[in-house]
């Protein structure tokens, strides 16, 4: 028997530890933006949150074994993770979920509540606890979900992972489909800041213009996104003009990379 369902109301550097209000890090398990040779890429997203209350798992890519393989290269042991964040409905997000859970299924797992019902319950037999979500929810201390957001005609759901420090908010998306600016403003009622410090991960910018790409880097530096991290869906001339503004502060985040106080794993 599967347990109860609840349902409730993402380098080449590693950042300096005084960069961060705590001693967070994030390494990219699965992107198809290479930087590890040793690693495989492949389309999808997932990224390891650790240093906070529970450590944390956004997304788990595309496929299981990819993402298994990947996380003994980098070292990182699954029986570690106490937290999987699943942002939206797209197997390249969810496609490695299964998979992990036979690694270690003592782990609560937060999907958005629009996911079909006979996914929640796969992931329930797999023996974790699963939390449906559909409004804003407190992960842990310090650390929250957005709830759903609408993308696509309204039709795709997301929720975004939303860390509070004293540099400012950290913003981890997955695909970001109801517009990166519109899920940074969202963090920001959320927690009643206005400082962003990080925003990192997929944001959906491949199939827009380059003057629609540039009137978004506008509205996020209006905003006050202090350094940024888009990969994955993002797009190559996309991420090349966050680049070119944010400068030193942009961050290369290809498979395999991580942004943060942790010593950088050594691959075999």
Same mark, same amino acid.
């Given at each position: 028997m599967y347990k109860r369902i609840l349902v409730i109301v993402l380098f080449s550097v590693l950042v300096p530890v005084a960069a961060f209000a705590q001693? @967070?890090?994030?390494?990219?398990?699965?992107?198809?933006?290479?930087?590890?040779?040793?690693?495989?890429?492949?389309?999808?997203?997932?990224?390891? @949150?650790?240093?906070?209350?529970?450590?944390?798992?956004?997304?788990?890519?595309?496929?299981?074994?990819?993402? %298994?393989?990947?996380?003994?290269? %980098?070292?990182?042991?699954?029986?570690? @993770?106490? *937290? *999987?964040? @699943?942002?939206?409905?797209?197997?390249?997000?969810? &496609?490695?979920? %299964?998979?992990?859970?036979?690694?270690?299924?003592? *782990?609560?797992?937060?999907?958005?509540?629009?996911?079909?019902?006979?996914?929640?319950?796969?992931?329930?037999?797999? &023996?974790?606890?699963? *939390?449906?979500?559909?409004?804003?929810?407190?992960?842990?201390?310090?650390?929250?979900t957005t709830g759903e957001l609408s993308g696509f005609a309204g039709w795709i759901k997301e929720q975004t992972l939303v860390i509070d420090t004293k540099k400012g908010l950290m913003v981890v998306t997955g695909c970001a489909h109801p517009g990166v600016v519109n899920i940074v403003r969202r963090a920001q009622r959320l927690l009643k800041k206005e400082k962003v410090y990080l925003v990192l991960g997929g944001f959906h910018l491949l199939a827009y213009s380059e003057p629609q790409v540039k009137r978004i880097i506008k509205d996020l530096k209006a905003i006050g996104v202090e350094k940024v991290g888009p990969s994955h869906c993002t797009g190559g001339k996309p991420i090349e003009l966050f680049r070119e503004t944010w400068k030193e502060n942009f961050f290369d985040l290809g498979c395999g990379a991580r942004l943060g106080n942790a010593e950088s794993p050594k691959v075999k």
């Open positions: 001693d @967070i890090s994030f390494t990219i398990l699965y992107n198809n933006v290479p930087h590890n040779e040793e690693l495989t890429t492949a389309w999808g997203f997932s990224c390891l @949150i650790e240093g906070l209350e529970k450590t944390i798992l956004f997304d788990t890519g595309g496929d299981g074994e990819i993402l %298994l393989s990947n996380m003994e290269k %980098l070292k990182v042991d699954p029986q570690k @993770i106490d *937290v *999987v964040v @699943i942002s939206h409905i797209h197997w390249d997000h969810r &496609g490695g979920l %299964l998979s992990l859970l036979d690694k270690n299924h003592e *782990v609560t797992v937060y999907l958005p509540a629009s996911l079909p019902q006979d996914f929640k319950e796969k992931v329930g037999r797999k &023996g974790a606890k699963v *939390v449906s979500v559909h409004n804003p929810v407190k992960i842990c201390k310090s650390v929250y």
